[in-house]
């Protein structure tokens, strides 16, 4: 066990659920909290301020939400060590988490021994996101040569007509294949999509 306490900063925009985490936490004589936030905003701010060890971000809340708190505290800060919190399971919301950097999705229902356990195992350096986990995401975001090829027509600023005739299919599967690209890459419009296809490497400059 660490000779100095694990610092944490704790987000959450239900008072009262950040109260009960809270003295849920304070009992424990290897984790201190040294900031609380109510808000993605805040606790942006709080962790420049702080440079906590161990970060529990709610990954709903108002304002700013948790996944956008996440990737901005990651971008100028890719050592944090940031524990999801939430109430669901949802597929997209942990794969959001995962793809974003955070080290752990952990559920508000689980009780003060599973939620010690997590904080202490994130502390070690260690992830919460099982490998079957990890390969479901890898799976669910894989495209196929066909939606690749739509993607690369959308980068390249083509319209849907244009992508179908060079393609040799109908405009009205070229709408389906965006369709599936946007609901694969969790974005809503097709800026989004190519710029995941860039991140993801499926697409070079040039």
Request: aromatic share 4%; net charge negative.
């Amino acid at each position: 066990m660490k000779a100095f306490p694990t610092r944490l900063l704790i987000a959450d925009d239900h008072v009262v659920v950040r109260m009960g985490i809270v003295s849920m936490l304070a009992i424990e004589d290897d984790l201190e909290i040294v900031a609380e936030a109510c808000d993605g905003e805040q606790a942006v701010a709080l962790y420049h301020e702080h440079r906590p060890d161990v970060v529990l971000l709610d990954v709903r809340m108002s304002g700013m939400g948790g996944i956008e708190a996440l990737r901005r505290i990651r971008a100028s800060y890719p050592e944090a060590v940031i524990l999801m919190l939430s109430t669901s399971e949802l597929e997209t919301e942990v794969a959001l988490a995962f793809e974003a950097g955070a080290v752990g999705y952990v559920l508000k229902t689980e009780g003060q021994e599973s939620l010690v356990a997590a904080i202490r195992a994130a502390a070690r350096g260690e992830h919460l996101f099982s490998p079957a986990l990890a390969l479901r995401i890898a799976e669910r975001r894989k495209l196929s040569k066909r939606e690749l090829d739509v993607l690369t027509g959308i980068s390249h600023g083509l319209a849907n007509k244009e992508i179908a005739t060079q393609l040799g299919i109908s405009e009205h599967t070229v709408k389906s294949y965006v369709k599936t690209l946007l609901e694969k890459l969790d974005t809503s419009d097709r800026a989004g999509a190519v710029s995941c296809g860039f991140a993801q490497g499926w697409l070079k400059v040039g």
